[in-house]
């Protein structure tokens, strides 16, 4: 009447023991790649530059960065706005990439078009643009939602020769203290 | 019949998408449709959804209570900035004329304009509602500095607020102007 009940265990033990080996690879996978919105936003400035460029750093705060840094955070003499603004985050992605040769493409306001349609897809819409000769900048929120529990932000970032995108989750009401400390502050200076 | 009604309602939706600022929602609101951008020249596009607007009117309440109620009452903020050179400012200067022109058309009184001798073209247009209110309000300059600019600020607008606008958002051609209630 024991045996069946011991092959009963070996499918869980296995089972955990798989999880347990499989667990690291997750974590990694989750924390070296992009969001999907800034792998879009990535994809289409580089196609927009024309330039070819190399990974310098790309993560993703995953389901355990974003928590172990405010568990780290709460144990060092951290300025007191850091540790605010880290606990707005709820989950972030970021990637630097840096040129290796320049394209000669006519600039980033001829790809705004197609960026536009692919985050639209997904409900991103174009909130802020900024086009010059030193420094390009647009900023993509996600249209609708409760914005006053959560904010969704897809920053992209293109100098002369870095391109940085961010995509963040951010809790805005978290970051009141911190606004409404520097609002008050910057009121006095006046 | 149901293919006609279909093909009717299809015809119907594209023209109205097709004709700038039909499409938009608001009676204040004006799609000014794609810029054309010049390689080399600024260019500046802001889209303030009303989501944004209250979350901003929710962070200044505290400290700057009457800025958060103007803000309570704007639904949309849109700025475009163009810079132009050969390539594009004849197209950027035909959608301003257009842009004036549909605003005209669809009952937009302009309260402003300016034609000055070193090149600037300035025009202010709002709508208004019932009791005077100004539901939208349009600001349209070509400058004598190679740039093109464009607002739309979509909102119930008290006359009395313009000039808090103006100064906020750093209008330079609504903090010349005064608008009397009941005009």
């Not at chain 2, 700038?20 to 004006?30: E, I, L, S, Y």
């Not at chain 2, 607008?157 to 009395?160: E, F, Y």
């Given at each position: 009447m024991s045996a069946p009940s011991r092959h009963r265990v070996w499918p869980w033990i296995l089972a955990i023991l798989g999880t347990i080996c499989l667990l690291p690879v997750v974590i990694v996978a989750t924390h070296i790649g992009l969001s999907s919105e800034a792998r879009v936003l990535r994809d289409e400035l580089k196609t927009a530059t024309g330039s070819t460029w190399s990974t310098r750093v790309q993560l993703s705060s995953g389901p355990l960065l974003i928590p172990a840094a405010r568990a780290v955070v709460s144990f060092c003499n951290v300025d007191e706005d850091a540790r605010s603004a880290l606990a707005a985050v709820r989950s972030a992605s970021v990637g630097v990439y840096e040129i290796d040769e320049a394209g000669d493409s006519p600039g980033l306001g001829a790809g705004l078009a197609s960026l536009d349609a692919r985050l639209g897809r997904n409900g991103w819409e174009r909130l802020i643009t900024v086009i010059d000769n030193k420094e390009n900048v647009v900023v993509y929120t996600k249209a609708?939602?409760?914005?006053?529990s959560k904010v969704r932000v897809c920053i992209g970032v293109v100098t002369g020769r870095e391109l940085v995108v961010v995509s963040a989750t951010v809790r805005p009401e978290a970051l009141m203290p911190l606004i409404d400390k520097h609002l008050q502050q910057a009121k006095h200076r006046l | 019949m149901n293919n006609r009604i279909k093909l009717l309602t299809v015809a119907t939706l594209a023209v109205a998408f097709a004709i700038?600022?039909?499409?938009?929602?608001?009676?204040?609101?004006?799609?000014?449709?794609t810029m054309p951008s010049a390689a080399g020249r600024q260019f500046v596009e802001v889209n303030l959804q009303p989501n944004l607007i209250s979350l901003a009117a929710k962070i200044v309440s505290k400290q700057e209570p009457q800025v958060a109620e103007l803000l309570r009452n704007i639904k949309h903020v849109r700025v475009n900035v163009v810079g132009l050179d050969d390539t594009n400012r004849g197209t950027v200067d035909q959608k301003m004329q257009a842009v004036r022109a549909d605003l005209e058309s669809r009952g937009?009184?302009?309260v402003v304009t300016v034609r000055d001798e070193g090149g600037e073209n300035v025009n202010v247009h709002i709508k208004t509602g019932e009791n005077d209110v100004i539901q939208g309000l349009v600001v349209t300059v070509i400058g004598n500095d190679n740039e093109a600019v464009f607002v739309n600020i979509v909102g119930e607008?008290?006359?009395?607020q313009i000039a808090e606008i103006a100064n906020r958002f750093d209008i330079e051609p609504l903090k010349k102007i005064r608008i009397e209630q009941g005009e």
């Open positions: 609708g939602g409760n914005w006053d | 700038p600022g039909f499409a938009a929602k608001d009676p204040g609101q004006v799609d000014f449709g937009w009184s302009p607008i008290n006359p009395d």
